[in-house]
């Protein structure tokens, strides 16, 4: 037998690979490239929408209005690039309650300003708004179940 350092080489004649040259350090992976999201069917993006402005007023009720514009603003930001359906409603229903969460804000403001007199003209000022995102958030969910592109009135624009 042999017994030199030299590496055996096959009687086929092939080198082995770690043979013919000395280990080389590897290149590192490539890093992963942003992947655009799926487009959503048609049907989801309605329901999506729908869900966007029923929920968003159950969470008007179920918190005062003070929390409610996470809601929408949750679920526009995990689907405003899978529809623009769904993205046009997030971004209108979270106008809508930011725009409540303003004059919640707004009349209990005014209302210690005004040393308490100011909440008998703030406080059915703020119901009524209330009430009416609660209506119109019930309203543009219908018209998002339908695929409409239905533009709140009596918001602020916060996001355009």
Do not use: C
């Not at 303003?102 to 040393?115: D, K, M």
């Not at 209506?135 to 916060?158: D, Q, R």
């Amino acid at each position: 037998m042999n017994d030199t350092t030299q590496p055996q080489i096959p009687a086929d004649g092939t080198v082995p690979p770690e043979a013919d040259s000395p280990q080389q350090p590897q290149a590192a992976p490539a890093p992963p490239t942003h992947v655009a999201p799926a487009p959503m069917l048609e049907s989801d993006a309605r329901t999506i929408a729908m869900l966007v402005h029923i929920l968003a007023a159950v969470a008007l009720v179920v918190t005062g209005g003070t929390l409610a514009f996470l809601v929408p603003l949750i679920m526009w930001l995990i689907y405003r690039e899978r529809s623009a359906l769904v993205d046009w409603h997030g971004k209108t229903n979270l106008n809508l309650q930011l725009t409540s969460l303003v004059v919640v804000v707004g009349g209990v403001a005014l209302g210690f300003l005004t040393f308490f007199l100011g909440f008998f003209v703030t406080i059915p000022l703020m119901i009524a708004y209330l009430i009416y995102a609660l209506v119109i958030s019930i309203v543009a969910g219908v018209k998002a179940n339908s695929g409409e592109y239905y533009k709140i009135p009596l918001v602020i624009p916060f996001i355009k």
